[in-house]
């Protein structure tokens, strides 16, 4: 059982970029499906998590109204467009699966290997 993240790369300031996740069986075994990002020197944050039941979601303030979370459960696959990029948003973003959407990267179950966004003129 795997999380499989794609869709980094490099953009300039203002432009956007989608990430994928494939999450297995996760969604349909009733886990929250969401990112969280590492920028070079700092601690792991929480950007966004989606509920595998309804339409909740859940965004961390930096990225509230300028990211968007959403699912195909059909394709166990998660998605992550983000706009409006700032120079800030670069890290590697994790696809995660959590028991609920928690900001506590110890509480995650299970963690996807990384993809690096950078936003850089």
């Known amino acids: 059982v795997q999380l499989q993240a794609s869709g980094g790369g490099l953009v300039q300031p203002g432009e956007s970029l989608g990430l994928s996740c494939a999450a297995s069986?996760?969604?349909?075994?009733?886990?929250?499906i969401g990112w969280y990002r590492q920028a070079p020197g700092k601690e792991r944050e929480w950007v966004s998590f989606i509920s595998p039941t309804d339409d909740s979601t859940y965004y961390a303030d930096p990225v509230k109204g300028r990211f968007t979370i959403s699912r195909d459960i059909a394709k166990n696959a998660v998605y992550l467009q983000m706009n409006s990029l700032k120079p800030e948003d670069t890290a590697i973003y994790y696809c995660?699966?959590?028991?609920?959407?928690?900001?506590?990267?110890?509480?995650?179950?299970?963690w996807g290997q990384g993809t690096q966004v950078t936003v850089s003129s």
């Open positions: 995660v699966a959590s028991a609920w959407p928690t900001m506590a990267p110890s509480d995650v179950n299970a």
């Open positions: 069986k996760f969604l349909k075994d009733g886990y929250y």
